[in-house]
């Protein structure tokens, strides 16, 4: 019996036990076997290799795209619907509807699926039961959603699901967590969620912005707040950042709130106010910028009214790079830089400890343009000192250099020679009554030939040098000159050999060598007490400086060296791989008479043997890694400076390392010797009762998992604590939960302690201060629990 209630023209297709129809739907045509168009002339279709799939479909391609149904009953008619029923698919570029029925209405591109419907778009998945939507334009709606993200892996739960198009969609009555669902527990409820009376996504920006929303943590819900914004991905975005919460034992509570500005894909800018109970209102802005011949950063801070020192507080921090057209000038390069250290007053590094580049006391403003020619270099350098004074502990101002002028020349390999000139003009300016000497203009030029021999096994490199120095100062010396010049010539020969054989230690090979190594110096004597002091200083006695013809850095002061040098070095090598396996060195000076050249208050070198300097260096196995120094005084019988460090890395996030480092006053500045222990370790806590995990893709060794954290460096001396950084932290899976203490010394007797805490909800956002910062500068070795990754692949979920 006919089927009557179909309109006329209808024809249905017999039923298959598993029919396969493919229909390539080309804009408003279908192709049906039926009424197939002739085979035509036209040149076969070639496939071409593609390098890779590509993740996104141009808009202007989608209509170009077939559709391909699947399923168990199809019927329609040609050129207008066509219905699919059991275990049904509709495909069309990088979008998947699946249902137990699937209607397609091709007039108006409209899908229509019912029971069990299932889409995937590039990877994002929405589930429910009914869903409408024109596949061209992905314009449509469905309803009561569970949907997950492919970017961030977030998932959640919708009353309707609105798509505007491919990127954007609008989610009612909405939840949104990154926490992986756990279907196999009853009552499974996420750690975090949002619950949102609108959801709009915005993949194409990255943005996500929840309307009336609240965020649920662990049972507490926070007050509800008209719109939040989140990223979708590690894009950037312009918004209000996360706000701060502190405790400083300076500072007080604080209180901060960040505003991000994404001017440009190049630029961006943060703007951070921090109110501060104890002390006012701080403004920080950063200001960032990239181009293709110059980049820079710049900041600002700005304290009006401090009520900690009753007065306004600034601080200036600028960097700036840039390369120009060297071919203007005639140069092969041209570049350069720009670099402003500047604050308010002399208490500011106490006062304000977590502003950049302010370890030192000494802040430098300079600038610099170098080039290269050929064979001959230069720069152009103008710096200007801060110095911040600070009674307990008084610096000298270092001097200004306004400027300074460099020209090298280097020629290598000329007829076995290696020949160098090189030139520095220097203005040096500084308060003349506070240094006790007069300003000057030096000229500095070395000129360099050697010839070194290199042979298989040995090495001899002889060398001349000669150095000439011309002062013109701004007021009389102690002896009334004006000016003043010196030359010293300067004789070395530097030699060495190596010897290797195959051992076996531990039961393991290895290839070990000998090297001898011969410095032999000869510098004469020149009276030098009479000439100022403007950048120079005594060499630290190490391995590398025993093998330098001058004892001093600098060039106001050259030694008078007599000496030879010898030393010996022995290494272990891993013939597999080549990796040093062990290292280790031990050198002393002997001198051939006394080294009389000082600086102001110094007294000569008189000892014929200098202190024994050793080092060494062992890597017993990729986990495990020793390193150690030592100076020893033979007249004393003392070792005047030791340090060891020993690391343990068994594997990711498990690190141990312990120093100690002694100074003898002796040979500290200003008498200033120290003895210290200083410890840090990142370890799970977990592997104490045995729950070890394994490493994960995005960072961490699994939810659930706690670790300790830290750094202290301890005065054996003062036996008092000095810095330290102390902590813990949980993953959570799908947050992460810090507490971080640290202690900041500022001075003789003060320091800086605060409290550091933070929860972070993965593919959301985070609150409280955030530690990293401190974790990653002070604690060795340290690695973040959450690491960047590739962005996932709409082919990762492909269906």
């Not at 106490?350 to 001959?376: E, H, I, V, Y």
Request: net charge neutral.
């Amino acid at each position: 019996m006919p089927d009557q209630s179909r309109a006329p023209g209808h024809r249905r297709l017999p039923p298959l036990p598993r029919a396969l129809l493919t229909l390539a739907l080309m804009g408003c045509q279908a192709a049906w076997a039926q009424s197939a168009p002739p085979l035509t002339d036209e040149p076969p279709l070639v496939l071409r290799r593609s390098p890779r799939l590509a993740e996104t479909i141009p808009q202007e391609e989608r209509s170009l795209r077939p559709s391909i149904v699947q399923g168990e009953r199809i019927s329609g008619r040609p050129d207008l619907e066509t219905t699919v029923e059991g275990d049904a698919s509709l495909r069309r570029g990088d979008t998947v509807i699946r249902a137990d029925r699937l209607t397609y209405d091709q007039p108006q591109d409209l899908a229509t699926a019912e029971g069990g419907v299932r889409i995937n778009q590039a990877g994002n998945v929405y589930e429910g039961p009914r869903l409408q939507l024109k596949l061209e334009t992905f314009e449509g709606f469905f309803d009561n959603v569970r949907y997950r993200l492919l970017a961030t892996g977030a998932h959640g739960t919708a009353e309707r699901v609105d798509f505007v198009d491919t990127d954007r969609t609008v989610a009612r009555r909405a939840t949104y967590t990154t926490c992986r669902r756990e279907d196999d527990q009853p009552g499974w409820k996420p750690a975090w969620y949002l619950s949102a009376e609108r959801l709009r996504t915005d993949s194409g920006e990255g943005v996500g912005v929840a309307e009336n929303v609240q965020l649920h943590f662990m049972g507490l819900s926070s007050p509800a707040l008209p719109s939040v914004s989140f990223p979708l991905n590690d894009q950037r975005k312009s918004g209000l950042l996360p706000p701060v919460v502190g405790v400083d034992n300076v500072n007080g509570l604080e209180l901060t709130l960040p505003y991000y500005w994404n001017i440009a894909p190049n630029r961006d800018a943060t703007f951070t106010p921090t109110v501060m109970s104890k002390r006012g209102v701080n403004v920080a802005n950063e200001f960032r910028y990239l181009e293709k011949d110059y980049s820079g950063e710049v900041r600002l801070d700005v304290m009006p009214d401090d009520r900690l020192r009753s007065r306004d507080r600034w601080g200036l921090w600028l960097r700036h790079r840039q390369n120009f057209d060297a071919g203007t000038l005639g140069t092969d390069t041209l570049s350069g830089s720009v670099a402003i250290d500047r604050v308010s007053d002399d208490d500011y590094w106490r006062d304000f400890t977590r502003t950049p580049s302010l370890t030192s006391r000494q802040l430098s403003a300079d600038g610099s343009l170098n080039w290269t020619k050929g064979d001959w270099s230069g720069r152009l350098f103008a710096q200007k000192w801060q110095t911040l004074t600070y009674a307990p502990a008084p610096i000298l101002p270092a001097y200004d250099r306004l400027p300074q002028l460099t020209a090298n020349y280097a020629l290598y390999d000329w007829n076995g020679f290696d020949f160098s000139f090189n030139n520095e003009l220097t203005r040096f300016r500084a308060n003349a009554a506070e240094q006790g000497q007069p300003n000057a203009d030096r000229l500095f030029s070395q000129v360099q030939l050697s010839r070194p021999f290199v042979r298989p096994g040995y090495y001899v490199t002889p060398k001349l040098t000669l150095s000439g120095t011309s002062y013109s100062f701004d007021g009389p010396l102690s002896n009334g000159a004006t000016s003043a010049n010196r030359t010293v010539p300067t004789f070395s020969v530097d030699s060495g050999m190596t010897f290797e054989r195959e051992t076996r230690l531990f039961g393991n090979s290895y290839t070990q060598t000998l090297e001898p190594r011969l410095f032999v110096v000869d510098t004469p004597y020149r009276d030098q007490s009479r000439l100022p002091v403007y950048d120079t200083a005594k060499s630290d006695l190490s391995l590398a400086s025993l093998f330098t013809e001058n004892e001093f850095t600098g060039n106001d002061r050259i030694s008078s060296t007599r000496a030879a040098t010898v030393g010996l070095t022995s290494r272990l090598i891993d013939p597999d791989n080549g990796f040093e396996r062990g290292r280790i060195g031990i050198a002393q000076r002997w001198r051939f008479s006394d080294q009389l050249v000082t600086l102001p208050g110094g007294t000569p070198s008189t000892d014929r043997a200098s202190d024994i300097v050793t080092g060494a260096q062992v890597n017993i196995n990729p986990q495990w890694s020793v390193e150690g120094a030592v100076q020893y005084n033979p007249q004393r019988d003392k070792s005047e400076r030791r340090a060891i460090t020993a690391r343990y890395t068994p594997g990711p996030y498990r690190t141990l390392s312990a120093a100690y480092r002694y100074q003898d006053d002796r040979i500290s500045t200003n008498n200033a010797g120290y003895e210290s222990i200083d410890l840090g370790w990142q370890w799970p806590l977990n592997d104490l009762w045995g729950d070890k995990g394994t490493p994960k893709a995005g960072g961490g060794l699994g939810g659930g998992r706690w670790y300790a954290v830290g750094r202290v460096n301890y005065s054996l001396r003062d036996k008092v604590v000095t810095d330290a950084v102390m902590g813990v932290e949980y993953d959570g899976c799908c947050y992460i939960g810090r507490v971080v203490l640290e202690k900041v010394s500022t001075g003789v007797a003060t320091a800086t302690k605060r409290i550091m805490f933070q929860i972070e909800f993965m593919g959301f956002t985070s609150i409280g201060t955030s530690p990293m910062r401190t974790l990653q500068t002070n604690v060795p070795r340290y690695r973040s629990l959450r690491e960047p990754t590739l962005a996932p692949s709409r082919f990762s979920n492909y269906e």
